[in-house]
């Protein structure tokens, strides 16, 4: 482009902004009123395409103002409500069916609306059941569950129905398991360093005759199996227990067996053993028949090195035979 051009082109952009940005010493007057002309050419063309702008503004605002009556009639109204009744949302198939019986009671969409609320209605209600007896099997699953797999069956749980009543509770419930999941994989660890597998666990209470006092007494009872997963034999194993009151966070009793003592025949690898023992104290009279407190215990197991804690657990209030 010859500098003579480039004059040209800035004179036309600033005619159209208002001034001008050089003068136009050298150019002919045939130019110069080509220049002007093509100037007016492109003021009318901008006018033009202004205008055309403001129609298309216009026909926006009449088909907002189209679409908004559209919206404000019965049948608008009640194709929301079918649309969201088979999307599963309750809430706005409900809100759209009552606003078309109170803004168009004369309708004859109204009878249909109303049958569409009673069918919400039915509908909420057993998904409320389904839910209701959901959490209950969860809650059933996670009791005879380790902690490891309590935790995923929540997760789960919450996944797939992230509204259901009990999904606060169940969270908060596995914030506990997560400590518990913890402290079961120390005990396993402590298990697998002393060799030894724990097995068929039950905890209950019991009536025991006292051997000073002669009376009977109501004391928490743990029995299960131990059985030597090591490729030793196991020549000592004594089990001890302290039950705690869990509630006051004061020491009931304590308990210990010798499972394995001095005469007694090794545990060969791969064999098992059964334990079973209780508080040396406990409780007297009738009302520990119907009412017993609640009871944890720390169990060690002690194979001729110095005890070890290997489980911490909560006592079954069930008495046993009664």
């Known amino acids: 482009m010859t500098k003579k051009r480039k004059f040209l082109r800035l004179f036309i952009i600033g005619n159209l902004i208002g001034f001008t940005l050089f003068p136009l010493n050298g150019c002919g007057k045939e130019e110069i009123q080509k220049l002007r002309s093509e100037i007016e050419t492109l003021k009318q063309e901008k006018k033009t395409l202004s205008d055309q702008v403001n129609q298309l503004k216009s026909q926006i605002l009449s088909l907002e103002e189209e679409n908004k009556k559209l919206k404000e009639t019965d049948q608008y109204y009640f194709q929301k409500a079918v649309e969201f009744f088979k999307s599963n949302k309750w809430s706005e198939a409900k809100d759209s069916y009552q606003t078309l019986i109170d803004r168009f009671p004369a309708s004859p969409l109204v009878a249909e609306a109303k049958k569409g609320l009673i069918n919400i209605n039915t509908e909420i209600k057993r998904i409320e059941r389904e839910r209701v007896l959901a959490c209950q099997n969860l809650s059933k699953k996670i009791q005879s569950a380790s902690a490891l797999e309590a935790t995923k069956l929540i997760d789960d749980f919450i996944a797939s129905d992230s509204e259901a009543p009990c999904v606060e509770e169940f969270r908060k419930k596995k914030e506990e398991l997560t ?16 060799g030894v597998e724990i097995y068929d666990f039950r905890t209950y209470w019991t009536i025991k005759r006292d051997v000073l006092g002669a009376q009977e007494l109501a004391v928490p009872f743990i029995r299960f199996k131990v059985k030597n997963v090591g490729d030793k034999p196991i020549e000592k194993l004594h089990v001890k227990a302290s039950f705690l009151l869990t509630d006051k966070k004061e020491v009931l009793g304590e308990g210990d067996k010798y499972v394995i003592g001095h005469g007694d025949a090794p545990l060969k690898p ?35 090195k110095g005890k070890t804690l290997v489980k911490s657990f909560n006592i079954n209030q069930k008495l046993e035979g009664y």
């Not at 791969?270 to 720390?298: C, H, Q």
Request: no cysteine; net charge negative.
């Open 270 to 304: 791969g064999f098992p053993r059964e334990v079973f023992f209780g508080s040396s104290t406990g409780y007297t009279g009738l009302g520990i028949f119907y009412n017993r407190p609640k009871v944890s215990a720390d169990l060690y197991l002690d194979l001729g």
């Open 179 to 194: 400590e518990r999941a913890e402290r079961e994989r120390k005990e396993k660890e402590a298990l697998a360093e002393l």
